[in-house]
């Protein structure tokens, strides 16, 4: 079956304890991203990838860091999270931009809940 | 300007109604556009693309209006399972790169009721 995995889907921490959120797809999708959601502020990207190795910043990078070793997997680390890193976070992925800046589809994991006490 | 603009909502509608959605965006260079459904607490999913020219997929039709930067949704026939948030997306260019990402509105709640 198609589809981007997330783990772990819940997580409560401390603050200051380094984390990591382990996103995959097994969709040879070039293209994957993570955001945040957060009540009234809707979705915000916080990191995309291209393809392997290629990574950049979204609107909201400030105190996340991403990896894009492999393909199929593009983790989400928090080195030191704070409270306001509590939020739902979303991995998704895409076919890529084929043909320059066309669109395809992004499909989206089940979702990550984080605490941060 | 917020990039992608929508009513919040609620919206709340019986069961056999129309209604519909509007949503702004203010890069005038965008250049696709998108209507996703989620769920509470599930992740987002594509409902269906938005064309310059209008684009009906059974009982939801999509409008696009690039003048006025306008995105529009109808849900024709309402159902109790049509109870979702809608996402108005937008594809933007990020900066030099050449990239395209995607830019998600607030959303727009839709209750439907018996």
């Keep these: ?117 | 300007r917020k990039e992608v603009e929508q009513d919040p909502g609620p919206f709340n509608v019986p069961e056999g109604a129309t209604v519909a959605f509007n949503c702004t965006y203010s890069n005038s260079a965008s250049q696709s556009f998108f209507w996703y459904r989620q769920d509470c607490r599930k992740e987002p999913k594509l409902l269906m693309s938005v064309y310059s020219s209008g684009n009906e997929d059974g009982r939801f039709t999509a409008q696009l209006n690039r003048a006025s930067q306008y995105i529009s949704l109808l849900i024709r026939d309402s159902k109790l399972s049509d109870s979702a948030t809608y996402l108005c997306v937008v594809n933007l260019l990020r900066g030099d790169s050449g990239y395209s990402t995607l830019t998600f509105g607030k959303g727009t709640m839709l209750l439907v009721s018996p």
């Excluded at chain 1, 772990?8 to 969709?27: A, D, E, F, H, W």
């Excluded at chain 1, 950049?56 to 996340?64: F, H, L, N, R, S």
Aim: hydrophobic share 30%.
């Design chain 1, 1 to 117: 079956e198609a589809q981007v995995t997330q783990n772990p889907r819940y997580l409560i921490t401390v603050t200051g304890k380094k984390l990591t959120v382990t996103c995959s797809q097994n969709m040879n999708h070039e293209y994957m991203s993570w955001y945040r959601q957060d009540p009234g502020l809707g979705l915000r990207q916080i990191y995309y990838s291209m393809n392997v190795e290629v990574t950049d910043k979204g609107d909201v990078p400030e105190g996340y860091k991403v990896s894009r070793k492999e393909k199929r997997n593009f983790p989400l680390i928090l080195e030191s999270p704070s409270p306001n890193q509590t939020s739902l976070y979303f991995c998704a992925s895409s076919l890529g931009l084929a043909g320059g800046l066309s669109y395809n589809e992004q499909f989206f994991g089940p979702g990550t809940r984080l605490t941060v006490l």
